[in-house]
Every structure is written in C-alpha cells, then in structure tokens.
C-alpha cells in the first residue's frame, strides 16, 4: 500500500557528498535508511522518528550522516558527508506504519524502496 521511490545515488570518490531522497505514499511514521553491501547482510544505517524529534544512526556513519524529513512532500533525505569506501552499498528508504519505539531493526519496517546504488571510490 506505501510505495516508496529511493533517488541520490551514484559514483563518487572518496570524501565526497551526497544526498538521498525517499518518496512515500501513504501513512508513515518512522522512516529509515538501511543499506546493503554486495555479499552482506542488510544493515541500519539511519532512522527518524514520526514527530522528527528523534534521530538515531549507526555507529559506522554517527557524525558523517543526516537523516531528515519533510512532512509537506512525505519526503525522508540522508545527507551523506565524508563518504569511505565502505560505505558503497544500495541504500533502501523504509517506513514504519506504526510508532515501534525503535529503529534499528528490519522487523519494524513495513514497506521498503527499490534501493539506489552508492559507490565511493578510494
């Protein structure tokens, strides 16, 4: 019933930024960012609560990334600055539709984007 649509991503080198956006339809509370590097399981990275009074983001990218809302456009962002090499994964918007009290798990998700491909060069 939610669709989300993911854009932002692309090749970048080492340092640099980017920003990804996520489109929702329909009712959301939480919405978050996991990713998912080729051969690996798929990992929170960043999530924001209903009211955006909260934030919460994995240690790896605590202070190099942003997770931000705009309620008028159902529109969650992640500003990535600093990017590593490691952080190239595909990156997947997620939406709770329920207020879950915490971010970090896929179970508390109910709806997920199509992915968009990040890739940071050394």
């Known amino acids: 019933q939610v669709q989300l649509v993911e854009s932002g991503g692309g090749l970048v080198q080492a340092g640099d930024s980017l920003r990804l956006s996520c489109v929702a339809s329909?009712?959301?509370?939480?919405m978050g960012w996991f990713r998912q590097a080729s051969g690996k399981e798929r990992e929170f990275v960043a999530g924001?609560?209903?009211?955006?009074?909260?934030?919460d983001y994995a240690d790896s990218v605590k202070g190099r990334f942003t997770i931000s809302r705009d309620y008028a456009k159902n529109t969650v962002y992640l500003r990535m600055n600093s990017l590593k090499p490691e952080d190239t994964a595909v990156y997947y918007c997620?939406?709770?539709?329920?207020?879950?009290?915490?971010?970090?798990?896929?179970?508390?998700?109910?709806?997920w984007g199509q992915g968009t491909q990040v890739t940071v060069s050394s």
């Open positions: 329909g009712r959301t509370y939480a």
């Open positions: 924001i609560s209903w009211s955006a009074g909260r934030t």
């Open positions: 997620a939406v709770q539709t329920y207020p879950s009290g915490t971010y970090y798990s896929t179970d508390t998700y109910d709806y």
